[in-house]
T-cell receptor, first 112, second 114 residues
Framework: QKEVEQNSGPLSVPEGAIASLNCTYSDRGSQSFFWYRQYSGKSPELIMF????GDKEDGRFTAQLNKASQYVSLLIRDSQPSDSATYLCACSPNTGGFKTIFGAGTRLFVKA | EAGVTQSPTHLIKTRGQQATLRCSPI?????VYWYQQALGLGLQFLLWYDEGEERNRGNFPPRFSGRQFPNYSSELNVNALELEDSALYLC?????????????FGPGTRLLVL
């Protein structure tokens, strides 16, 4: 079992729709969870992080965490073609600087 | 504020040679991470340096090594290059006090081994 699992996609949504990206993790000791966006040929950029169960909103992005189910998701509201990218989920065991485990990413395609 | 920088942007080597990749973190960041991203694959953690010390290492052979200098810049060395070492090598930096996953990535060095 992979430590961080994501559906590779591609996930295709029409412009203006909500895109829902999901991630599961195996290490129950994971404390911090991150979503990164990576455009083709570019390096990952941090979108947001979440520590506590529940939802965290930042503009059009909402991260959701359910530690009991070991599940993290990212919702993108009002999806735009510029959101088309690969989204990487990442988990860290604690805040002590231990290595971060990245999922393989989900490719999102927003159709104009 | 300047971001993470990496050099060179591209590197072409032949099997058996050595490659040296360089990274300068964001000013004030003391931690540097190295990742390998092979084509179509996810990020694989290589090494983590903080305050000049190697703090953690991923599941890579010893021919992958590195160091961090007093100014917090870092070098990744890959010895005895193999064809499967061809990948994008990403460096990231973070600031003590932030969760370890809050990393800021450089543009990467694309290594091609022929």
């Amino acid at each position: 079992q992979k430590e961080v699992e994501q559906n590779s996609g591609p996930l295709s949504v029409p412009e203006g729709a909500i895109a829902s990206l999901n991630c599961t993790y195996s290490d129950r000791g994971s404390q911090s969870f991150f979503w990164y966006r990576q455009y083709s040929g570019k390096s990952p950029e941090l979108i947001m992080f979440i520590y506590s169960n529940g939802d965290k909103e930042d503009g059009r992005f909402t991260a959701q965490l359910n530690k009991a189910s070991q599940y993290v998701s990212l919702l993108i509201r009002d999806s735009q073609p510029s959101d088309s990218a690969t989204y990487l989920c990442a988990c860290s065991p604690n805040t002590g600087g231990f290595k971060t485990i990245f999922g393989a990413g989900t490719r999102l395609f927003v159709k104009a | 504020e300047a971001g993470v920088t990496q050099s060179p942007t591209h590197l072409i080597k032949t099997r058996g040679q050595q490659a040296t990749l360089r990274c300068s973190p964001i000013s004030g960041h003391t931690s540097v991470y190295w990742y390998q991203q092979a084509l179509g694959l996810g990020l694989q953690f290589l090494l983590w340096y903080d305050e000049g010390e190697e703090r953690n290492r991923g599941n890579f052979p010893p021919r992958f090594s590195g160091r961090q200098f007093p100014n917090y810049s870092s070098e990744l060395n890959v010895n005895a290059l193999e064809l499967e070492d061809s990948a994008l090598y990403l460096c990231a930096s973070s600031l003590v006090g932030l969760p370890s996953g809050t990393q800021y990535f450089g543009p990467g060095t694309r290594l091609l081994v022929l």
